[in-house]
Structure formats: C-alpha cells, structure tokens
C-alpha cells in the first residue's frame, strides 16, 4: 500500500442540554459522539455502508476487510484513499479480489465441528471465523487488571459514555485500544492496526466494554485470540461460539469478579497448570 489515510474528524460535539435531577433542571453543555456513515469501495465495486465514529479509518477498513476475508494479506492492499465530505473510502488491491454481494448478507445455517446444536452464522463467517489454538493464559489478577486499564485508556467513552471500547493486549498489558459506536467497528479497528503494525495475535487477548454477543465472539475468531474479557453479560450463541472456536469467553468482569463460560483451563489460580 502506498500510503494509509490517517485524517480524522471530531469524534464528539458540544450540546447544550437541560439535565434534571428531580424536579429540579439545570441547562449545561455535554459531550455528545459523532456517527459517521463510510461507504467502502473495493477495485471501484462498492462494498458495505459502515456506521462508525470517525477516527482510525486506515485501522477500521483493513481490518474490515480482513474481517470479511476479502484480502487476506497486508500486500494486496496497493492503495487506499478518503473522501471525509463525501463519506467515501476507496481501496485498490494489487490482486484480484472477489466478494459476492448476496453471500455477504446471507445468513447460514450450519452445524459446527460436527456437533448436533445449531449455530447461526453469516456465510463468509464460515470461511473466515477459524478454531483459536493458541494456548495463552491468564491469572485472575490478569483478567481483572486488563480491563481495569482498558476502562483507564476509554478516554472517549469517559467523554461521551456513547462508544464501545476494546483493547488488544498480552499478558503484559494493553498493546492498542479503540473505540467506535458500534461494537464491531471497535474490533476491526483493533485487527486493522494489528494488521497495519505487523504485530504478531499470538498470545493476545481482547477486552471488551460491552456485552459478550454472538457478533463479537466472532469478531474474536476472525483476529485469532484466544481469550475474550467483556464488561457485561454473553448471550447463548455467543457461548455456544466461543466453545466451537476454542476461545475462552470471560463476563461480567466487574467489582473484583467474573465469570468464566467456555475454556476454563486457559485460567489459571496458582495451583498446577491445567492443560487441554
């Protein structure tokens, strides 16, 4: 790629409001987040309308396309390009690249690894959500410090309280955080930088401010880690995914506390390393 787009728009915007405690009202200005609509062209053939908050494009459209498995590979992309008044985004792959519009919005049903339950997929995550095999581990302190430093790095989310936000880390720490209105766009963001930065997903976990859905464990699958900490509560899919996929799926990560749903050996308390 020659070169990535790297301009942003203001991510949030001033309002006056009338806030009441009561009966009681005071006007005051608040901090609202900015929704931005980017249409994603690829080779000139438009893709999708993604709704988003306007910062970290170049992160959001790689790994949205890698998400989607149309380029699997930093070297196709030749070149990519923003019009921020017009809402538009451009990529230029030096390959070809090929997407069927009816196959990225059909929804699949299937049965995974040859179990009898049914999980409900789009059909390029069949192609493209692959089972995690990384061997990575935590400690509960572990758990319970990468999400506390995530809320600390949500500078956004502190502003607005109207974006969700996701850390990509090791064992060490947060490595890169993002933040972005829809759940989905705070995780390509995170795979489009991995991606963009050439850094390595083994070993890596992802943290998350909101609740463990189905979307999100995929996305998890899609970048390759192997353990998910989310703030709020999973939904039944998302579990049944998360054990599909080998990936450890950790909840309501809270006040000194959580719950593990899928993989528990992945967590470890001190005691003799489990082993799968």
């Not at 608040?30 to 993604?50: R, S």
């Not at 919005?105 to 692959?130: L, P």
Request: aromatic share 8%; proline share 2%; charged share 25%.
């Amino acid at each position: 790629m020659n070169r990535p787009f790297t301009r942003d728009l203001p991510v949030s915007t001033k309002r006056t409001i009338v806030r009441y405690t009561g009966e009681s009202k005071v006007e005051l200005e608040d901090a609202i987040a900015t929704e931005y609509a980017l249409t994603i062209f690829v080779n000139d053939q438009e893709m999708a309308t993604v709704v988003c908050t306007p910062e970290h494009l170049d992160d959001l459209v790689i790994g949205f396309l890698f998400s989607e498995g149309v380029i699997r590979d930093i070297r196709q992309l030749e070149d990519m390009t923003v019009n921020l008044h017009a809402g538009k985004a451009r990529v230029k792959t030096s390959t070809t690249v090929n997407f069927n519009q009816a196959f990225y919005n059909k929804r699949y049903i299937g049965s995974c690894c040859g179990k009898s339950r049914q999980s409900f997929y789009f059909y390029n995550d069949v192609h493209t959500a692959k089972r995690v095999e990384d061997k990575t581990q935590l400690s509960p302190l572990d758990v319970l410090t990468l999400v506390n430093h995530m809320e600390d790095s949500a500078n956004l989310f502190q502003e607005t309280g109207g974006v969700h936000v996701a850390s990509l880390c090791d064992s060490d720490g947060i490595i890169e955080t993002r933040m972005d209105i829809g759940r989905h766009n705070a995780l390509d963001k995170l795979y489009g930088h991995a991606v963009r930065a050439g850094v390595s997903l083994d070993g890596k976990v992802i943290t998350f401010s909101g609740r463990l859905s189905s979307e999100v464990v995929l996305k998890v699958g899609k970048i390759g880690a192997a353990i998910v900490l989310a703030k709020s509560a999973p939904t039944s899919l998302a579990i049944d995914i998360a054990d599909e996929l080998n990936i450890t799926a950790i909840g309501f990560v809270r006040n000194g506390s959580f719950n593990v749903y899928t993989h528990p050996w992945r967590v470890i308390d001190g005691r003799a390393e489990e082993s799968q």
